[in-house]
């Protein structure tokens, strides 16, 4: 039976290689290979051989694919309808499949475009809204402060009312040795602000490193009180012509001496009671120039002062 026309497996017998290498000479040289057919199998003509062979005695001799084509341009035609395996097919434009995919792809991204766009213009809104809140609050506190500062003002420059009625203080500064500064609302001596009577006629006590309340006895077995202690201190000060002038500060009673040489004692007494349930006049603390003394200092001042009181 006589070919007319030949596959892959017949130019592989006929030029003696594989049909793998048949195939990689269409790939490279398919111009010059013309084909009978494009059914399955593919089929070629009887003169597809012939090139087929010609490729395998150039490429036996060292030739490159590019030299090879040269001289197969020489010796052979260019199969117009044909085409080498590796050509691309020319793009041939979108299809309705790929327009309708193309189209969807560009609505999801307008739509996300324009939810940004949106969630941009809403953050904005806030933080206006937010920048508008702070600056009312920044007024707010302006105003506060003025308020508050006319109002200190004003509390400087007002009379103090004391427990013996309604009178005028006058406000005095007093720097100490450690450099801090201490401030007095001083009492016009006619309207001196004093302890109640109550509290001068009680004992007088200190505390002891343990902090026991310790007390003294005075004339006839009678507890050292307040009022003696008071007439200790007058005394005291009358030799040194020096004045003195009562405050409250919070729950205690507290007696500013202000002698000729500068020196300022404060004394600090609080109405309490002892474990045994005893009122006293709890003799708290001395500073001498706003600086607090230690428990022997105050404890020689309380033994000084019950002693000049009665005598002894």
């Known amino acids: 039976m006589k070919i007319e026309t030949l596959t892959h497996k017949n130019l592989s017998e006929i030029v003696g290689v594989s049909v793998t290498t048949i195939k990689s000479y269409r790939k490279k040289f398919g111009e010059y290979i013309p084909v009978a057919g494009h059914g399955k199998p593919l089929r070629f003509e009887k003169k597809a051989a012939d090139v087929c062979l010609r490729i395998r005695e150039l490429f036996g001799d060292g030739l490159s694919v590019k030299q090879i084509s040269e001289k197969l341009s020489h010796e052979f035609n260019v199969v117009d309808d044909n085409h080498r395996l590796s050509t691309i097919k020319k793009d041939q434009g979108l299809g309705p499949k790929d327009m309708e995919q193309l189209l969807k792809l560009s609505s999801q991204m307008m739509n996300g475009m324009a939810a940004l766009v949106t969630a941009q213009a809403k953050a904005e809104k806030r933080v206006e809204r937010v920048e508008k809140k702070l600056s009312e609050l920044l007024e707010i506190q302006d105003r506060n402060s003025s308020i508050l500062n ?48 109550d509290l001068l006629e009680l004992p007088v006590v200190i505390r002891s490193d343990e902090g026991d309340f310790l007390g003294m006895p005075g004339a006839k077995g009678n507890p050292f009180n307040l009022r003696g202690l008071l007439t200790f201190v007058s005394s005291t000060e009358a030799a ?48 001498i120039n706003s600086v607090q003394q230690n428990r022997d200092f105050l404890l020689k001042f309380f033994r000084d002062a019950r002693d000049s009181y009665y005598g002894q």
């Open 240 to 287: 040194d012509s020096a004045s003195h002038v009562w405050r409250r500060d919070s729950e205690n009673w507290v007696l500013t001496s202000s002698k000729s040489n500068a020196e300022i004692h404060e004394l600090h007494f609080k109405k309490t009671k002892t474990p045994k349930g005893n009122l006293v006049a709890f003799f708290e603390r001395l500073d």
């Open 150 to 197: 006319d109002l200190l003002e004003k509390n400087e420059s007002a009379p103090v009312t004391p427990q013996s009625g309604k009178v005028k203080a006058k406000l005095v500064t007093i720097r100490g040795n450690d450099g801090d500064d201490k401030s007095y609302r001083i009492e016009r001596e006619n309207e001196v602000l004093v302890p109640d009577q």
